[in-house]
């Protein structure tokens, strides 16, 4: 079946610093990939979506500057925490699909992000 | 319009019974309906879909109830198990762009023995 990969699956960062996070897709190629924010006992909130070979589309109220998405390839998106913060700190998930309608969606096992 | 409403927010079920999740949406466009289950610190895995023009989909134990006319759809785990225990959520997209997904809140489903 479709696997997603994605590291680290945990990181602590201090405040200030970078955190870049690797999304992949071991088994398809995908144009498009989605990149999720969950809060502890929270629903999946969709940050963005990740196109490949061009700019990423933001949900509103997501500050692009502060999350840098980049799928250079048809197998990997990342996800740039800029400046990270505390309230930064949280879990995020990306996700990515096979070619094909109803092809159903795969998630990574997301990345713990703690800044301290 | 484009929210996707789940219940109960938490479920306790005995062992070897049926624990059921709701869900209801607005917006007549939504076209694709899966489960996702979800382990704590894991990303959610795709239990069953179902798209609209049918009203039941079984999958061993997992059924979807589907009643569009209702604009509601719900999740059925039969004889449910501890291993079971997961938060589950639904979740929505539109025909043409399914891989988007729309989120309800999600259910914590605790099976105790």
């Known amino acids: 079946g479709a696997v997603v990969s994605q590291h680290p699956s945990r990181v602590i960062c201090k405040s200030g610093t970078s955190v870049k996070i690797e999304c992949r897709s071991l088994?398809?190629?995908?144009?498009?990939m989605f990149w999720y924010r969950q809060f502890p006992k929270q629903s999946l909130m969709l940050m963005a979506t990740s196109n490949e070979g061009s700019k990423a589309t933001y949900e509103q109220g997501v500050e692009k500057d502060k999350f840098l998405i980049n799928h250079a390839s048809l197998t990997l998106s990342t996800l740039t925490v800029t400046s990270a913060h505390p309230e930064d700190s949280s879990f995020y998930i990306c996700s990515a699909s096979p070619a094909g309608e109803y092809s159903p969606l795969h998630f990574g096992n997301g990345t713990r992000l703690t800044v301290t | 319009q484009q929210q996707v409403k789940q219940s109960p927010q938490s479920l306790i079920v005995q062992k070897g019974g049926i624990s059921i999740i709701n869900c209801a949406y607005e917006n007549t466009a939504f076209d694709y309906f899966p489960w996702y289950q979800q382990f704590p610190g894991k990303g959610p895995a795709l239990l069953i879909a179902?798209?609209?023009?049918?009203s039941e989909k079984k999958e061993g134990r997992f059924t979807i109830s589907f009643n569009k006319s209702a604009k509601q759809f719900s999740l059925h785990i039969m004889d449910s198990q501890p291993g079971d225990s997961a938060t589950y959520f639904c979740a929505a997209s539109y025909r043409y762009n399914t891989d988007k997904l729309i989120f309800g809140t999600g259910t914590r489903l605790q099976v105790f023995p």
């Open positions: 088994d398809f190629q995908a144009t498009t």
């Open positions: 179902i798209r609209p023009d049918v």
